[in-house]
């Protein structure tokens, strides 16, 4: 490239030194125009053999204004093109929200890995009420490394949102609980092999996984589903670690040890049959929650079963929310979830007639403590 501009620069001025002097002063003109189209031209394509990926969104912005998506639109669509000198099996897409304004940050609200299953593809990007609300966002797609996370280059695109009232940000905003909590650095690369993770075979790392069920966010479960059934330990690993480091940047393997400890507590107090703690309703409600602030218990209450209530002040969008459980089967835990006072969160209408052995107790509503919490 620079070999045919010196030649094509050199034709240029040759040219000139055959004109006569009156025309010299429009041919030094010229030259100097052609010389600049020439540079730019060169740097145009030298940036362009620098982009390892090209990346469009279906909606473009218009005379300079971001892209406005209504509340009924649930994605966006973006073609991605990866350069084809590059090994796609080795590489991984990632892409994540930050929100524009004076309050911006490299830190990503939330961020999903997407593996490429060719050189150029679509990709819907979903648009979660769990960590948008409406303003003014950054959408980020990062090419990386499949191995060691290395980030190869970052291209963004600005937009506009409407979503309906989300309590749930707000309050996961207020007590800086975003699914994620990364700082972007373009500089750090991390060697799985020397993790907390790498002492775990794939049986041992599919069971862990399995058990981050309760409290992985919408978004996060069908990649979670997806990982299980793959046998490359490497993937399952990385998968594990990117989990714990999206809640915990500075130290993931204590974010686990925390959780790990939870989940043996399940195991004890709440499994029974062939479930596991984390998989029985007080379980996930347990680890997903937390503790309840307040506990009734009644064993001997006439013609009803044995029923536990559980009280929370505050539970993610949801404030002073009574969860009833009962013992429906024949095995001392098995308590299943019966109702809750929050339609929104859990509704059985049939709940009474499920809690009462005896249908005529149904109606006696001086004498159960359950009434105090719930409707007849």
């Avoid at 929104?344 to 009462?356: D, E, I, R, T």
Wanted: proline share 3%; charged share 25%; aromatic share 16%.
């Amino acid at each position: 490239m620079r070999i045919k501009l010196y030649h094509l620069f050199w034709r240029l001025f040759e040219s000139s030194r055959d004109v006569r002097s009156a025309n010299f002063f429009l041919t030094i003109t010229r030259f100097t125009f052609s010389a600049i189209i020439l540079l730019f031209a060169a740097l145009a394509c030298s940036a362009q053999t620098s982009d390892y990926f090209i990346m469009r969104a279906s909606k473009d912005s218009l005379d300079g204004y971001m892209t406005f998506y209504d509340t009924q639109e649930k994605n966006i669509n973006i073609l991605l093109s990866i350069d084809p000198s590059l090994s796609i099996a080795n590489h991984i897409f990632e892409y994540g929200f930050q929100p524009k304004g004076k309050l911006t940050t490299d830190q990503d609200l939330y961020n999903e890995i997407i593996n490429i299953p060719s050189e150029t593809f679509e990709y819907a990007v979903p648009i979660n009420d769990t960590f948008i609300k409406s303003g003014n966002y950054t959408l980020l797609f990062r090419l990386k490394t499949k191995e060691n996370q290395k980030l190869l280059q970052e291209k963004k695109i600005n937009f506009q949102t409407l979503r309906k009232p989300n309590t749930y940000y707000r309050h996961q905003a207020k007590k800086n609980l975003l699914i994620t909590q990364r700082v972007k650095s373009k500089e750090i690369q991390i060697d799985i092999s020397k993790t907390f993770v790498n002492k775990y075979d794939a049986d041992r790392l599919k069971k862990n996984i399995f058990a981050l069920a309760p409290i992985a966010e919408k978004a996060e479960l069908g990649a979670l589903s997806g990982i299980t059934k793959s046998n490359k330990v490497n993937e399952l690993r990385q998968y594990f670690y990117n989990f714990w480091q999206n809640r915990n940047p500075e130290d993931p393997r204590a974010a686990w040890l925390e959780y790990a400890e939870k989940l043996n507590y399940c195991s004890r107090k709440y499994a029974y049959g062939a479930f596991k703690g984390y998989q029985t309703d007080m379980g996930r409600i347990f680890l997903r929650f937390g503790a309840p602030n307040r506990i009734v218990k009644a064993t001997n209450e006439r013609g009803a079963r044995s029923y536990e209530i559980w009280f929370y002040t505050e539970m993610d969008q949801f404030t002073n929310i009574s969860i009833l459980f009962s013992q429906i089967g024949t095995m001392a835990n098995e308590r299943v979830m019966l109702h809750s006072d929050e339609p929104s969160f859990y509704f059985n209408p049939n709940w009474a007639s499920q809690l009462f052995i005896d249908p005529q107790e149904r109606f006696n509503t001086t004498s159960h403590r359950v009434y105090d919490f719930f409707k007849p």
